[in-house]
């Protein structure tokens, strides 16, 4: 019998049951982890460790749970780390490489895909302006002879970032007549399909009438859109964070879209969430768009989740790297770990 220990979510509470129903008729056994306070992440005293952690085979650590080194030293018998969606943020990768630890995470297609439709949808309500339509509409205001959309095609769409939704959004915008350039240093531009540019971070805000974000959360990216770069960007573009809201300054961001120099914006993800009612984002004006973390959450992800991350544990238990692995090249070790473990020395 292994112990499994799953953290909360509140936004994956069926799904999260469903998983735990699974694992315990399969003779596991499962500890949840405490509630956490709404828009704080959850960082588990050290004097929990050992009722938590001490015989804990595989984590399932969600984005509301911090993850750290002093945990994973906690659980000597722990065979890896599984986060039930894409974002692993909140696990500290670094040590999990050093420990030959190995994390799961869901990259299942449906929720990249998902992520990159709604992220389409998003450019074509910037550039037409749906909000104020909506507006005017609701408030029974005579209809203006001023003409605000923009056609989307002909137009320059930046990605900051090229991984898996990246390409899907690339994918999804085949047939709209746009020009697609990203800014991904992972990315060799060989590697790249037809029709996407390579350019430097400098030359995708100055000629980009979209910049849409599609990366991680990490030491480097985050406050990677600044005040600096947000006043570099192309007067009057648009800007899309589906991302992390640690990617964009949001003070900055704030001080930068009063001023008038962006065109439009659509964020789903904040520093805090839920998005506090004093946020001064919500009292922003204008073409901007703020959804909760929420847009591309599709019926077609949930029903999938829960399975892939279900296959992520049942893999990890039988010694075999999970379905969706956040980092390959810790295999090895990874493999050398779990023989000291089979032959009950300290891992």
Same mark, same amino acid.
């Given at each position: 019998?292994?112990?499994?220990?799953?953290?909360?979510?509140?936004? =994956?509470?069926?799904? =999260?049951?469903?998983?735990?129903?699974?694992?315990?008729?399969?003779?596991?056994?499962?500890?949840?982890?405490?509630?956490?306070?709404?828009?704080?992440?959850?960082?588990?005293?050290?004097?929990?460790?050992?009722?938590?952690?001490?015989?804990?085979?595989?984590?399932?650590?969600? &984005?509301?749970?911090?993850?750290?080194?002093?945990?994973?030293?906690?659980?000597? !018998?722990?065979?890896?780390?599984?986060?039930?969606?894409?974002?692993?943020?909140?696990?500290?990768?670094?040590?999990?490489? +050093?420990?030959?630890?190995?994390?799961?995470?869901?990259?299942?297609?449906?929720?990249?895909?998902?992520?990159?439709?709604?992220?389409?949808?998003?450019?074509?309500?910037?550039?037409?302006?749906?909000? !104020?339509?909506?507006? /005017?509409? !609701?408030?029974?205001? *005579?209809?203006?002879?001023?003409?605000?959309? !923009?056609?989307?095609?002909?137009?320059?769409?930046? =990605?900051?970032?090229?991984?898996?939704?990246?390409?899907?959004?690339?994918?999804?915008?085949?047939?709209?007549?746009?020009?697609? *350039?990203?800014?991904?240093?992972?990315?060799?531009? &060989?590697?790249?399909?037809?029709?996407?540019?390579?350019?430097?971070?400098?030359? %995708?805000?100055?000629?980009?009438? %979209?910049?849409?974000?599609?990366?991680?959360?990490?030491?480097?990216?985050?406050?990677? =859109?600044?005040?600096? +770069?947000?006043?570099?960007?192309?007067?009057?573009?648009?800007?899309?964070?589906?991302?992390?809201?640690?990617?964009?300054?949001?003070?900055?961001?704030?001080?930068?879209?009063?001023?008038?120099?962006?065109?439009?914006?659509?964020?789903?993800?904040?520093?805090?969430? $839920?998005? $506090?009612?004093?946020?001064?984002?919500?009292?922003?004006?204008?073409?901007?768009?703020?959804?909760?973390?929420?847009?591309?959450?599709?019926?077609?992800?949930?029903?999938?989740?829960?399975?892939?991350?279900?296959?992520?544990? +049942?893999?990890?238990?039988?010694? +075999?790297?999970? /379905?969706?692995?956040?980092?390959?090249?810790?295999?090895?070790?990874?493999?050398?770990?779990?023989?000291?473990?089979? #032959?009950?020395?300290? #891992?």
């Amino acid at each position: 019998m292994s112990q499994i220990f799953v953290g909360i979510h509140p936004g =994956l509470t069926n799904e =999260l049951g469903w998983v735990c129903e699974q694992l315990v008729s399969k003779g596991h056994h499962v500890v949840r982890g405490p509630q956490p306070a709404p828009g704080v992440k959850q960082v588990f005293p050290a004097e929990t460790y050992p009722q938590l952690f001490s015989n804990t085979d595989v984590m399932v650590m969600t &984005s509301h749970s911090i993850c750290s080194r002093e945990i994973m030293l906690a659980a000597p !018998r722990l065979r890896a780390v599984i986060t039930p969606t894409i974002g692993v943020e909140t696990v500290d990768l670094e040590a999990a490489e +050093e420990l030959g630890i190995i994390v799961g995470y869901g990259a299942i297609p449906e929720n990249f895909i998902s992520v990159a439709e709604a992220c389409v949808a998003l450019f074509a309500a910037l550039f037409y302006e749906i909000k !104020r339509s909506v507006t /005017l509409m !609701r408030d029974n205001v *005579q209809r203006p002879w001023e003409r605000r959309a !923009r056609m989307v095609r002909g137009k320059t769409i930046g =990605l900051i970032g090229f991984g898996r939704i990246g390409r899907a959004v690339y994918d999804r915008l085949q047939g709209w007549g746009v020009n697609i *350039q990203t800014y991904d240093p992972y990315v060799k531009p &060989s590697d790249l399909p037809p029709g996407v540019n390579a350019v430097d971070m400098a030359t %995708l805000l100055a000629t980009s009438d %979209l910049v849409s974000v599609h990366v991680t959360l990490t030491k480097e990216t985050r406050h990677l =859109l600044g005040e600096k +770069e947000l006043r570099s960007m192309k007067a009057g573009s648009c800007l899309v964070n589906t991302a992390r809201g640690g990617v964009i300054d949001e003070d900055a961001f704030c001080r930068v879209w009063k001023d008038g120099h962006l065109g439009g914006a659509a964020l789903d993800v904040f520093d805090t969430e $839920p998005l $506090p009612m004093s946020s001064p984002l919500r009292s922003l004006e204008g073409n901007i768009i703020l959804t909760e973390h929420f847009i591309s959450h599709t019926r077609e992800t949930h029903a999938v989740l829960p399975h892939a991350l279900l296959r992520n544990i +049942e893999n990890v238990l039988k010694g +075999e790297p999970p /379905l969706y692995t956040k980092n390959p090249n810790v295999v090895p070790r990874w493999r050398e770990r779990l023989s000291r473990l089979a #032959a009950g020395a300290s #891992a």
